[in-house]
Nanobody, 127 residues
Framework: QVQLVESGGGLGQPGGSLRLSCAASGSILSIGDMGWYRQAPGRQRELVAS???????RYADAVKGLFTNYRDNAKNTVILQMNSLKPEDTGLYYC?????????????????????WGHGTQVTVSS
């Protein structure tokens, strides 16, 4: 079993900063891309940022130059540093990760690669 747990959300001031973390745990062999999505009320979930296992990043146009996404592979963690916050950054932020995990099935070693999601952490930007 693999779990992704986000932390670090809360209330941020316009122009301020927040840092989100997402830690993966469980029977993990390897993790591919890790990313952040957000969903504002009445809107579809959208990609905010992603990072490959090699550290290559991709950002939504709205957050380029403002948010930084990076990972600590030794800790199976991805971090989203959000600077210059705006009210439109408000939303429920989810992390996801392509995880190859392993399990013992009747004495046989099995691996599985799936996209896992966290439960989300709320970010509200307001004065």
């Amino acid at each position: 079993q693999v779990q992704l747990v986000e932390s670090g959300g809360g209330l941020g001031q316009p122009g301020g900063s927040l840092r989100l973390s997402c830690a993966a745990s469980g029977s993990i062999l390897s993790i591919g891309d890790m990313g952040w999505y957000r969903q504002a009320p009445g809107r579809q979930r959208e990609l905010v940022a992603s990072v490959t296992s090699a550290g290559t990043t991709r950002y939504a146009d709205a957050v380029k130059g403002l948010f930084t996404n990076y990972r600590d592979n030794a800790k199976n963690t991805v971090i989203l540093q959000m600077n210059s916050l705006k009210p439109e950054d408000t939303g429920l932020y989810y992390c996801n990760a392509d995880v190859t995990d392993y399990r013992d099935v009747d004495g046989e070693f099995h691996t599985n690669t799936s996209l896992y999601w966290g439960h989300g952490t709320q970010v509200t930007v307001s004065s």
